[in-house]
C-alpha cells in the first residue's frame, strides 16, 4: 500500500472506532487464514452480572469474595463487588459489605489467571474457577459440585469461593453473547476460519459451537494455554487473535495480528496491534475490510 493510502486507512479505521497501533495491519490482515475470538469479554458483553449466590452463610462468601475481587479487574470481579454492595443494602441483617467492600492488603493479594486470592479475617480466601480451587486443595461437596453443573449448563460461569479447606459458596455470573457476535462471524467467516477459545466449560462455551461460521470451539483452555493454542493453529496459516482481558495479552502476542477491544485492559491494547474503541465487534470485520481497501483489494 502507498504512504497515502495508509494514511488514508488509519484515518478510516479511527472514524470506525478503531485505532491501528502498528501500520503492519494494513499488510497483515489480508494474510489472515483463521481468526481466533476469546470468549470472555469479547463474544460476550465486557460486564457480567452476578446471577445467584449459592452458600450457607451467602453474606459471609460475598463479604469475602468482593474484599479479594476489588484488586482484580477481571469482570466477574467486577460483577461481585457491584453485587456485594447491592445486596447488602437489600439484606441488611446479613451484610456482605459495611456502608462498602473493605478490600484486602494489596501486599498480600495474589492473582492467577484462573482467580484471586489473599488472606481475609486471617484466612486464606480463593476466588476463581473450580479448577483452581481442587489445585489449592480446597474440598468440593457433592452439593456445590451439582450446583457447578448446573450453573454451567445454563450457560453461566461458577464462581467458587473457599477458605478453610473447603468450598464455602459457589456464585453464579451471567456471560451474555454480544447482540452483534453473530453479524461479526458471519462477515468474518466469509473470508476466514473463526475459532472460539475460553477458558470455560458448558453451555457457556456450547452457545457458540454448531453456529454457521463458527469452525471450532476450543473450551476449557486455561489463559496460560492460549498463546500455545494460537501457535499451534499458525502452522495451518496466518492467525489473528481477539482478546480483551490482560490474560490475553500472551496470545494477542503470539498472534500475527493482535486485535483488542477496548472495553478491556491497558495490558491487552499494549500487546494489540489494534484496538476496538467503540466497544462493537463488528468492528473487527471492518478492520479486515479496511486493510483489504487500503492495499487496493476493493474499492
Ligand atoms: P475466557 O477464557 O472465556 O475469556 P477468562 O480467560 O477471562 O475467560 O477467565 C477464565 C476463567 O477464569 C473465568 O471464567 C473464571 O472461572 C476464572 N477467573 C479468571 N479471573 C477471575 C477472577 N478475578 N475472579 C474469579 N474467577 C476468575
Ligand atoms: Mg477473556
Given at each position: 500500500?502507498?504512504?497515502?493510502a ?23 490482515a ?5 481468526v481466533?475470538?476469546?470468549k470472555?469479554?469479547t ?10 449466590v449459592?452458600a450457607?452463610r451467602?453474606g459471609?462468601?460475598l ?7 476489588s484488586?482484580?479487574?477481571?469482570p466477574?470481579?467486577a ?9 447488602s ?14 478490600p ?10 484462573q482467580?484471586v486470592s ?22 468440593i ?17 461458577p ?15 451471567g456471560?451474555t453473547p ?25 453451555a ?7 453456529v454457521?461460521?463458527v ?17 499451534r493453529?499458525?502452522?495451518r ?5 481477539v ?27 499494549d ?17 479486515f475490510?479496511?486493510a ?7 474499492r
Amino acid at each position: 500500500a502507498t504512504p497515502l493510502a495508509v494514511a488514508a486507512g488509519i484515518r478510516t479505521a479511527i472514524e470506525r472506532g478503531i485505532i491501528v497501533t502498528t501500520e503492519a495491519v494494513f499488510e497483515d490482515a489480508p494474510e489472515i487464514e483463521t481468526v481466533v475470538l476469546d470468549k470472555t469479554g469479547t463474544l460476550t458483553e465486557g460486564s457480567m452480572s452476578v446471577v445467584s449466590v449459592h452458600a450457607d452463610r451467602s453474606g459471609e462468601v460475598l463479604r469475602r469474595a468482593a474484599a479479594v475481587e476489588s484488586l482484580s479487574e477481571h469482570p466477574i470481579a467486577a460483577a461481585i463487588v457491584e453485587y456485594a454492595d447491592r445486596d447488602s443494602i437489600a439484606r441488611p441483617e446479613e451484610p456482605a459489605t459495611d456502608g462498602g467492600v473493605t478490600p484486602v492488603d494489596p501486599g498480600e493479594f495474589d492473582r492467577t489467571s484462573q482467580g484471586v486470592s489473599a488472606p481475609v479475617d486471617g484466612q486464606e480466601t480463593v476466588v476463581g474457577h473450580p479448577n483452581l480451587l481442587e489445585e489449592r486443595g480446597f474440598a468440593i461437596d457433592d452439593r456445590y459440585r451439582n450446583r457447578i453443573a448446573r450453573i454451567r449448563a445454563n450457560g453461566d460461569v461458577p464462581v467458587t469461593v473457599g477458605w478453610d479447606g473447603r468450598v464455602q459458596g459457589v456464585i453464579a455470573v451471567g456471560d451474555t453473547p454480544r447482540p452483534e457476535w453473530r453479524a461479526a462471524v458471519e462477515t468474518l467467516s466469509a473470508d476466514r476460519a473463526v475459532v472460539v477459545l475460553t477458558g470455560d466449560e458448558g453451555a457457556a462455551a456450547d452457545r457458540f459451537r454448531s453456529v454457521e461460521g463458527v469452525s471450532e470451539v476450543f473450551d476449557g483452555v486455561p489463559p496460560e494455554a492460549k498463546a500455545e493454542t494460537v501457535r499451534r493453529l499458525r502452522t495451518r496459516g496466518a492467525v489473528a487473535m481477539v482478546g480483551d482481558g490482560s490474560n490475553d495479552a500472551p496470545a494477542l502476542a503470539a498472534a500475527d495480528l493482535g486485535i483488542a477491544l477496548g472495553s478491556g485492559t491497558q495490558l491487552a491494547s499494549d500487546a494489540a496491534d489494534a484496538v476496538i474503541v467503540d466497544d462493537d465487534l463488528r468492528s473487527v470485520p471492518e478492520t479486515f475490510t479496511i486493510a483489504d481497501r487500503t492495499n487496493g483489494r476493493i474499492r
